[in-house]
């Protein structure tokens, strides 16, 4: 190897290293080793749900999930949740399946300056169908969330 493709080859690998080390690297590392007691206090919401919608927030790393609670055991539903999680597990992002069942951990946070859950891969978020962490939390709180139904609020409207 000649002197001038050594130097070549040593150019083309510091400029191969430097935009390698100009993007921007994220990695999801957990070290959860919370107990379910310490993580159902930690959190805002636990529930159980049906992701309904799955749709990105368009910052590049996190995604909205819509999810219909079906059981809760800690703070208030409605009939439909939104949590913020990222977009890939790389990221931490909680592998959500729009159809499927999960249970649900979720901590407060802003998104774009306003008011939002977020959950994580670091959570015990998973299945809810056989999952073994549901008969370690206390009961669930009742009645559990339901479809609100338009009718009866418009007919309340005219009365």
């Given at each position: 190897?000649?002197?001038?493709h050594r130097t ?13 080390a ?21 959190a805002?919401?636990?529930f159980?749900g ?10 590049g790393?996190?995604e ?9 055991w800690?703070g208030g ?7 913020v999680?990222g ?5 931490c992002g909680?592998?959500?399946a ?16 306003q ?13 809810l169908?056989?999952n ?12 559990v969330?339901?479809r609100?139904h338009s ?9």
């Amino acid at each position: 190897m000649t002197t001038t493709h050594r130097t070549l080859l040593v150019a083309l690998m510091l400029g191969a290293t430097a935009v390698l080390a100009a993007r921007e690297i994220r990695a999801c590392s957990c070290t959860n080793n919370h107990t379910v007691l310490e993580e159902f206090n930690a959190a805002t919401l636990v529930f159980g749900g049906t992701v309904t919608d799955i749709q990105p927030v368009g910052d590049g790393f996190n995604e909205i999930v819509t999810l219909t609670p079906t059981i809760r055991w800690k703070g208030g539903l409605n009939a439909s949740v939104q949590v913020v999680t990222g977009l890939n597990e790389g990221i931490c992002g909680f592998p959500f399946a729009v159809g499927e069942s999960y249970l649900v951990f979720a901590f407060p946070t802003t998104l774009n300056g306003q008011p939002a859950y977020m959950t994580h891969l670091c959570t015990m978020d998973g299945p809810l169908a056989g999952n073994s962490i549901v008969p370690q939390l206390p009961d669930p709180v009742l009645p559990v969330p339901v479809r609100v139904h338009s009718w009866g609020a418009v007919k309340s409207l005219y009365r």
